[in-house]
């Protein structure tokens, strides 16, 4: 992995900036914040699925809210990341709209989760906010339209400035001894598609679906994910496979899941998913079912990032993720061993600017 140090940053003036953070601040937010968690996200895709389809909408919404400096940059596997700034799984499951969240600035854009065939997931209501806390807690169950059609959504975001990555998961309805056959079913249809992918194998909200971080569960998983891609790969250098991990385990476990991904071949581990410890909750929502993301996740995730770093090789690409609302908490995300971070919770309630803060905070810092 390499990366630039020297600045040429561009976007919109401090005055327009400040002007787009008030009115999602002091407008756009309350108004999202009166409907129901999951009907308000559906909402702002709905709204940037009808942007996306404007003339220059890439390109004035770049004005507002790109950051770019190219001591952010960085190589890897091949792929050049503008910023180690990306959009976390779960924010675009279906890859309605990916060029629009590419164009306020991140460096990375992953979707999904996909399964192979299309699910409804799990029953509603299942988004539940802790707006206090800057938290939420879901129990949504992988909801997709499936491999197919996402595949044909992603057909249509070809050219694109960032790397993609694609998050897969297995159907609810397929037995758990038949688990990696849906991770080899969704890798083979989205091949084309992503640059690299992730196995997400750590969600609270998939029954069983937590056991595939045993090691040799995860040892097993990776020979044959690593053998199909082998085979789709055709001759081209290979694209990157990751693990998404979850911040539950023993310390004992995730060594072993660190070490099981190394060894297997795997190139690399995306720290956490939610986590369901309810003693990190308040006393109102310990009762609710799912997983926990936002600001009530940050010490955990960090600390098992710590603990990846230390069980990995220094070279091993790490991606860490869980509470980020701001610069300093990237950038002490990083100092713990990440490599790049990703965002969701943090989006939902600071808004899209969130993305030009943090980057033009690590740049600072890395002058």
Not at 160 to 173: D, M
Not at 218 to 233: E, G, K, N, P, T
Not at 264 to 279: L, Q, V
Request: charge should be positive.
């Amino acid at each position: 992995m390499s990366r630039v140090y020297w600045r040429e940053p561009c976007g919109a003036r401090r005055g327009q900036r400040a002007q787009v953070g008030i009115f999602y601040e002091h407008m756009l937010r309350p108004a999202l914040h009166r409907l129901d968690p999951e009907r308000s996200h559906q909402a702002t895709l709905a709204f940037l699925r009808a942007v996306q389809r404007l003339p220059l909408s890439y390109q004035v919404t770049r004005r507002l809210y790109a950051y770019a400096d190219p001591r952010l940059a960085f190589t890897w596997k091949g792929l050049t990341f503008p910023s180690p700034v990306g959009l976390a799984a779960g924010a675009d499951k279906n890859a309605e709209a990916p060029r629009m969240f590419e164009a306020i600035g991140l460096g990375f854009v992953e979707i999904g989760t996909v399964t192979p065939l299309a699910q409804p997931g799990n029953p509603k209501p299942r988004v539940f906010r802790l707006k206090q806390e800057q938290s939420l807690v879901n129990r949504l169950g992988f909801p997709s339209k499936g491999a197919l059609k996402v595949s044909s959504n992603l057909a249509r975001y070809a050219t694109r400035r960032v790397p993609l990555g694609i998050n897969i998961g297995k159907n609810a309805s397929t037995p758990m001894e038949r688990a990696a056959t849906d991770y080899e079913n969704c890798l083979e249809s989205l091949y084309a598609h992503g640059d690299y992918f992730t196995v997400n194998v750590s969600s609270p909200n998939t029954a069983g679906l937590t056991s595939l971080q045993s090691a040799q569960s995860l040892r097993d998983l990776a020979a044959r994910l690593i053998a199909v891609r082998s085979r789709v790969s055709q001759g081209r250098p290979p694209k990157p496979l990751l693990v998404k991990l979850s911040p539950d385990m023993s310390d004992e476990q995730l060594a072993d899941a660190v070490r099981a991904c190394v060894e297997s071949g795997m190139d690399g581990i995306i720290a956490t998913n939610t986590t369901t410890e309810k003693s990190l909750r308040p006393e109102r929502a310990r009762a609710w079912e799912g997983g926990l993301s936002g600001r009530l996740l940050h010490q955990r995730s960090l600390a098992v990032v710590r603990a990846v770093r230390t069980h990995a090789p220094k070279d091993y690409f790490i991606i860490g993720v869980g509470g980020i609302f701001g610069g300093e908490d990237a950038e002490a995300m990083l100092n713990a061993g990440a490599d790049a971070v990703q965002v969701y919770t943090g989006m939902v309630y600071r808004g899209p600017g969130i993305v030009k803060e943090i980057n033009r905070h690590l740049a600072r810092v890395r002058r």
